[in-house]
């Protein structure tokens, strides 16, 4: 999937977990599996957050979701 961003590739992912009755299949399944609130996973995942800890959590929802890095 490439050309797209994190936050295009995380909504295809969770599109997909959906449909194979997987999860997480939401944002609010990412937020609650990391104790998070789901505005910061939101706005964490649109990439409105910046820095070393949000990308520290990027790569810890991708790999939650299932994605591929």
């Known amino acids: 999937m490439s050309g797209l961003t994190y936050s295009e590739r995380m909504t295809i992912q969770l599109s997909r977990n959906k449909k194979a ?12 599996k990391f104790g998070l609130s789901k505005m910061y996973v939101s ?3 649109a990439e409105k957050q910046h820095g070393e800890k949000s990308n520290a959590w990027r790569k810890k929802f991708a790999i939650y979701a299932g994605m591929e890095n």
């Open 21 to 32: 009755g997987l999860q997480p299949s939401t944002q609010q399944a990412i937020a609650k």
């Open 43 to 45: 706005s964490v995942i």
